[in-house]
């Protein structure tokens, strides 16, 4: 097992400057020698301070989960739920780290996580271009992103087909004899809004269909947005919304019947999740995430990276599955 002493010898630096790189003391070391001990920390698997369980029980592994602030939101319940199921299923522990480790600067908590308290780190759904996880990358420290793939495949990653779960999704609508559709997307930073998008505009460019950038909305003009599109000329009059999640179509359906709308007689409307949609008013027609698969290829992938340091990053996709409710009515 590689000790402090290798990674100074094999980067050609002192001990100290291995540990203010360890610890992140600022202004302590320059870039080029920072990275040097970088680079030896990713050659040798370095890890600080192994735990003594992790010898004793090398086939019971503590794996992280890193999520942002929005616990409560249903996705990271979801999801957070499944990936600590899958995991005692497999005989390994979870530790779950949130809020404030997740959004702080990572140089001043990688740590936290690089200690030895946990072996390696699932990262739920984080912002494209997350330090965090550029920061695990440079540690070469075993990580997986779960629920959104980031902006490249240098880190492993699993999650629904967004493209084709769009494609489900407008498929339904096209299929009631929908022909103008509406898109609210979900937040900037999520690479799985983009995609979804994405998948709305292919489908409708193949069906040679009209998109009106009016037709696009956003989270945050929800309240202003979709009554406006009521109030559009009938024949410039969007007659359904495919929206970026569950959640979204919440807020669409508290604006239209604040606004004397009805789903789905003067609008339609489909999502993605089927979290809650069941319960809805109307009850939501939605793409299902398997949550469940998605955690357990999560752990799958990220203990033979765990085993293995050098297996190349992975990224699995899995297909969602419509559910049809009552929130899709037949087109005009």
């Known amino acids: ?187 900037h930073e999520t690479r799985a809004s983009w995609q979804r998008e994405e998948g709305y505009r292919q489908i409708l460019a193949e069906a040679d269909l009209p998109i009106d950038e009016r037709w696009i909305g956003e989270i945050p003009d929800i309240r202003s947005w979709a009554p406006g599109l009521l109030t559009l000329p009938l024949d410039e009059r969007p007659t359904a919304i495919f929206s970026f999640s569950d959640g979204v179509s919440r807020l669409l359906l508290s604006a239209l019947t604040a606004a004397g709308a009805s789903v789905p007689s003067d609008i339609s409307l489909v999502s993605v999740d089927d979290l809650g949609a069941d319960v809805t008013t109307p009850p939501l027609t939605t793409v299902r995430q398997p949550f469940q698969e998605i955690g357990r290829g999560a752990a799958e992938i990220l203990l033979a990276q765990i085993r293995d340091p050098g297996l190349a990053p992975q990224q699995r996709l899995f297909a969602g599955e419509l559910v049809r409710r009552d929130s899709v009515g037949i087109g005009p």
């Open 1 to 187: 097992m590689p000790t402090i002493k290798d990674i100074a010898h094999i980067s050609g630096v002192s001990l100290a400057t291995v540990s203010y790189v360890l610890n992140n003391r600022p202004g302590k070391v320059s870039p080029e020698k920072r990275e040097r001990v970088l680079a030896a920390i990713r050659q040798t698997n370095y890890r600080p301070r192994q735990s003594l369980q992790r010898a004793a029980l090398p086939d019971c592994l503590t794996l992280g989960l890193a999520v942002g602030s929005a616990t409560r939101d249903r996705y990271f319940q979801a999801m957070l739920d499944n990936l600590h199921n899958v995991l005692d299923e497999m005989g390994h522990n979870s530790l779950i780290f949130t809020s404030r480790l997740f959004y702080e600067d990572p140089l001043l908590s990688i740590r936290t996580y690089c200690d030895g308290r946990c072996d390696g780190l699932i990262v739920v759904s984080p912002s494209v271009g997350n330090e965090l996880v550029r920061t695990l990358r440079e540690r070469g420290f075993p990580h997986i992103l779960v629920g959104n793939s980031g902006d490249d495949a240098l880190s492993s990653s699993c999650e629904i087909d967004n493209l084709a779960a769009a494609r489900t999704a407008m498929g339904e609508l096209l299929s009631q004899g929908h022909k103008r559709i509406a898109y609210c997307r979900g937040p």
